[in-house]
Nanobody, 116 residues
Framework: VRPVESGGGLVQAGGSLRLSCAVP????????AGWYRQAPEKQRELVAR???????RYQDPVKGRFTISRDNDKNAVYLQMNSLRPEDTGVYYC???????????WGQGTQVTVSS
């Protein structure tokens, strides 16, 4: 069973979206969780990461605009995205992380499109 992302859509620049991801308990518990973005014709990149205890890290372009959170009881991770920009467009994936390794594979992702 792989992560299942939801919440993407089409939004105008300056708007907001909240992404959700259900992660299998077997790979969620005790591991970090991350949100990745793959823009058209670009490599997938990590944009936000959260530890089991709630410590967070963000890629510089999203700092102050995106907030990652997790619910350990629900095995879920979220990404609140505010002040969206056209360059935020891409397919967003969540994953469990052990150090730098992806644990449990990738889901199908959710498309985010930000129009100018």
């Amino acid at each position: 069973v792989r992560p299942v992302e939801s919440g993407g859509g089409l939004v105008q620049a300056g708007g907001s979206l909240r992404l959700s991801c259900a992660v299998p308990r077997s790979v969620f518990s005790g591991n970090d969780a991350g949100w990745y973005r793959q823009a058209p014709e670009k490599q997938r990149e990590l944009v936000a990461r959260i530890t089991p205890g709630g410590s967070t890290r963000y890629q510089d372009p999203v700092k102050g605009r995106f907030t990652i959170s997790r619910d350990n009881d629900k095995n879920a991770v979220y990404l609140q995205m505010n002040s969206l920009r056209p360059e935020d467009t891409g397919v967003y994936y969540c994953a469990s992380l052990y150090q730098s390794l992806i644990v449990g594979g990738w889901g199908q992702g959710t498309q985010v499109t930000v129009s100018s």
